[in-house]
């Protein structure tokens, strides 16, 4: 125990030290009210402590190992202008939590505010009621031969009066108040909203994800989110078998929960209506005795920055789609071959790596080597080979690896996808099958088929034991077009991705013979132990 606090107080030590290096600007800190303060590093520590759900001391930790790395790098060079873009954007990162742990806060005081405040109007009240027993009306003079009877009756009455008299002057007083606070309090609640929409730049349907503790991306970025603790999973040897099955189910129940769907009831505007999907990412190993956790993680489909006031150029976005996975600028390699592009791919996590900046996932890294296949086809308007006719980084899966890359300090690899379709049908979500694009990049995904359960497993990942070749999961006749194509169009309803097996088994094969594959069962950790091995230079000195 003793070991634990003098640890515990080692840490919070190098968090102050930290917090105190950084420039805290308080024009770019959310202030709501008469309840702004001055936000300086005491207030940061603050939060931090109380952090459980988004790694604000990993991201100290990060940014101070960025910095130390940029300070002791040569001065104007390529290098230190690539981690000085790191360090601005993991302090922007940084930022943006503080803000939405300080928006969240405050929209859980509105929401607390009526009870608190009307639980107070109600004691006060009735205490003064109550306090009427112990108080009299005014004398009442009578004639002094007036019987004693008769007096004391009179007095009851008159005191009786005065008591219901004053007790209903209080209720109504009571009620009157009550009903001013709550009108006061809706309105305040009106200004706080519209303040935190103004600030993060957003549409006010998404605050009720705000208020249950969902941590969005930046609203300049793809439609993401990634869930807080109480919405995690744990695994362990004891009740692992039938994991994959209720990840499934718990996904369902997340996007339904908090309407994360298109149509009168969802929350997502029109223009997310293709494809919404939980991933998973692993923490942990089953075997331990606290077993393994497993974070889900939101996306929609469509690449466009999910905020208001963010009007880009196709080029741009697209741009921006990928970098915010951690992989380089596609538009920079127009036209090169797939063996270019690998070169560019592997020059740029190497740098990274050298640098200490966290390098991108293994499925940000397979989307990224998909983009040579897509620009041949485009130009050349030939879809029959074609893995899919839009761009790899329109789909909800990369989203959710920009909302992880963005957000994580550290690299996080996917364990299981759930997608579904954007809209409810029948009140229901449709699971849905995964397209070439994602299933060249997902280690696993749940996919439906006509049985009585309705889905199963696809695992993609390659086997220890097993020759270095495509998985045979992955020209499977059950990995179709969406369900909306094989129920309402007759030609895709025998349309199986192995007429797409030009395409595929081109891109497979050359993701593989240049080490780009899906994660292998059981090495699960391999984006962990990359981790320890850059967090080396993370000790204080």
């Not at 963005?406 to 229901?428: N, T």
Request: aromatic content about 10%; hydrophobic content about 30%; charged content about 30%.
């Amino acid at each position: 125990m003793k070991e634990k606090l003098v640890k515990q107080k080692e840490e919070l030590s190098q968090i102050r030290t930290i917090l105190q290096s950084l420039d805290i600007d308080n024009d770019e800190r959310f202030q709501w009210g008469s309840e702004g303060s001055i936000q300086d590093y005491e207030y940061d520590l603050k939060v931090v402590k109380k952090d459980v759900s988004f790694y604000l001391k990993e991201d100290l930790y990060y940014i101070n190992r960025i910095r130390q790395n940029y300070i002791s790098s040569a001065p104007d060079t390529e290098e230190q202008k690539i981690l000085e873009a790191e360090l601005s954007r993991m302090k922007k990162m940084y930022n943006y939590k503080i803000n939405y742990l300080t928006i969240m806060s405050h929209l859980k005081d509105m929401e607390d505010k009526p009870k608190i405040e009307l639980a107070k109007l109600e004691k006060r009240y009735s205490d003064q009621i109550r306090q009427l027993e112990y108080e009299r009306s005014r004398p009442i003079h009578f004639r002094q031969r007036t019987h004693e009877g008769y007096k004391r009756k009179i007095i009851r009455k008159s005191e009786r009066s005065y008591d219901q008299k004053i007790k209903k002057n209080k209720k109504k007083t009571s009620k009157m108040r009550k009903k001013e606070t709550a009108i006061r309090i809706k309105k305040e609640e009106k200004e706080l909203f519209k303040e935190v929409t103004q600030f993060l730049k957003i549409d006010e349907r998404y605050i009720s994800l705000i208020k249950s503790g969902v941590m969005l991306l930046p609203s300049d970025s793809r439609l993401a989110a990634i869930f807080p603790k109480n919405r995690w999973l744990t695994f362990n040897s004891f009740n692992k078998i039938n994991r994959h099955e209720i990840m499934h189910q718990y996904a369902r129940k997340l996007l339904m929960k908090h309407n994360l769907f298109t149509g009168e009831t969802g929350i997502l505007p029109g223009s997310r209506k293709g494809c919404i999907c939980i991933m998973y990412i692993k923490e942990g190993h089953m075997k331990d005795r606290s077993g393994a956790t497993f974070r889900p993680v939101f996306g929609a489909s469509g690449i466009r920055p999910y905020g208001e006031k963010f009007n880009l150029e196709e080029v741009q976005i697209e741009r921006n789609s990928y970098i915010s996975m951690g992989v380089p600028d596609p538009i920079d390699a127009a036209g090169n071959s797939y063996e270019k592009t690998v070169e560019r791919l592997l020059k740029h996590v190497d740098i990274m790596q050298r640098l200490g900046i966290k390098p991108p996932s293994m499925q940000s890294s397979l989307y990224f080597l998909q983009t040579p296949e897509y620009r041949d086809n485009k130009n050349r308007q030939n879809r029959i080979t074609m893995l899919e006719n839009w761009m790899p980084s329109n789909c909800a899966e990369p989203a959710i690896m920009t909302a992880i890359y963005q957000m994580y300090s550290r690299p996080a690899d996917i364990y299981l996808s759930v997608p579904f379709e954007g809209y409810l049908s029948e009140g229901k979500l449709l699971l849905k099958y995964t397209c070439a694009r994602c299933a060249l990049s997902e280690p696993a995904f749940m996919s439906p088929v006509d049985t009585s359960t309705g889905q199963r497993l696809t695992d993609m990942r390659l086997q220890s034991n097993r020759s270095f070749l495509i998985s045979d999961r992955i020209l499977s006749e059950g990995l179709m077009y969406n369900h909306a194509k094989k129920k309402n169009n007759e030609e895709d309803k025998a349309h199986p991705y192995s007429k797409k097996d030009v395409a595929i088994k081109r891109t497979a094969l050359l993701n593989q013979a240049y080490g780009f594959e899906h994660v292998k069962r059981g090495h699960e950790q391999v984006a962990m132990d990359t981790t320890m091995i850059l967090m080396i230079g993370l000790k204080f000195k």
